[in-house]
């Protein structure tokens, strides 16, 4: 008898983390032939009709009645992200979580947080299985909320293939020779962006790009510290497309990621694979996502950082084996890996 496996894109058009799996997994996902599963997947009305009949279909927006009423029986319920606004219990459903990470923890205080923790675990405790999307993550799970460690299984996100993105020079790059440092994310205070900014003194050749949605008011405290200690060569540019961002990657000398909370890190990965030399923090999940293929900052002084990145570009040529097998790992995490590893595991809870 075949299953219906619902798969949640509520995200889908969302501009996020959450939007641009949801946009990588739903077409490969729609593609599969998997015998004896039938796909429902939760898409913006929009949306609805995208992948022809080889899916079913709930619109988001009346998901919770589309639901109640499908016609047949939904055999298991894949929640993709921890914030979803609706799910169905029915008996002999089986409940599939997706948890991405557990930032709230450290960015968000008093009743606010306490308010995450009682929903999250909420969640966690009403679901059969949960995946996580790095093992620190699952760590940190583990760590909050208790729940049987067998039954929580790491199947890192996948990367789009920014290989085929053909690349747009931004126009806020005025003169392509000379030399500059790229990172990009949203402008919030857990990224760590402030400790580039004295960092770049010590390279008065070089510009500094900052790129990401800074409508958060972390990113008025940056451009104060730009004013003050920037010297002219550091530029907060705000949202820049993936053609731009392609550009970007393929020109900088170094990618810098100094963050702070990660629960997974795909920037570093989209350098990687375009060549870029990667300097990241080795805080959360970024050394379990870097791996050897970067290089890392433990004393965030401006001198002790500046000398990370110094000795790391003194080594580092965009045609060396070191960059080519930095590539090559970036492209092992991959959407295909992503999309097989769901599909085993929704045979495997299926007992298919």
Not at 82 to 111: A, S, W
Not at 244 to 267: D, N, V
Request: hydrophobic share 40%.
């Amino acid at each position: 008898m075949t299953k219906r496996v619902l798969v949640d894109f509520s995200h889908y058009d969302d501009m996020c983390g959450f939007g641009e799996i949801a946009r990588n997994y739903a077409p490969r996902l729609a593609e599969k032939t998997v015998d004896g599963i039938r796909f429902v997947f939760v898409l913006p009305e929009r949306r609805q009709g995208l992948f022809g009949d080889r899916v079913d279909y709930i619109v988001r927006e009346r998901k919770a009645k589309e639901a109640h009423l499908f016609p047949d029986i939904i055999d298991l319920w894949h929640a993709t992200d921890q914030q979803y606004h609706f799910r169905l219990c029915r008996p002999g459903m089986i409940q599939l979580l997706t948890v991405h990470d557990l930032n709230f923890m450290r960015e968000k205080h008093g009743i606010h947080r306490l308010r995450h923790i009682l929903q999250l675990r909420h969640r966690v405790l009403h679901s059969d299985y949960i995946t996580t999307i790095s093992e620190y993550a699952r760590q940190d799970l583990l760590a909050h909320v208790s729940y049987d460690a067998d039954r929580v299984q790491v199947i890192h996100n996948g990367i789009a293939e920014v290989e085929n993105i053909i690349p747009k020079q931004p126009a806020f790059i005025t003169d392509v020779n000379t030399p500059f440092f790229f990172t990009i994310g949203q402008i919030r205070e857990k990224k760590n962006f402030q400790t580039l900014v004295p960092m770049m003194h010590h390279f008065p050749n070089h510009h500094l790009y900052i790129c990401g949605d800074d409508h958060f008011s972390y990113a008025d405290t940056l451009r104060q510290l730009i004013a003050g200690q920037g010297e002219g060569r550091v530029h907060l540019t705000g949202k820049i497309t993936n053609e731009e961002k392609s550009w970007l990657y393929r020109h900088c000398s170094a990618f810098l990621f100094p963050s702070r909370l990660e629960g997974f890190g795909i920037p570093v990965l989209e350098a990687m694979r375009l060549g870029a030399k990667v300097f990241s923090s080795r805080m959360s999940s970024l050394p379990e996502v870097c791996g050897s293929h970067a290089d890392y900052w433990d004393d965030y002084t401006p001198q002790a950082m500046a000398d990370v990145v110094q000795k790391g570009l003194d080594t580092w040529h965009r045609d060396s084996e070191k960059a080519q097998a930095a590539a090559r790992y970036g492209r092992s995490f991959n959407y295909d890996t992503y999309t097989e590893s769901y599909v085993a595991l929704y045979k495997k809870l299926l007992g298919i």
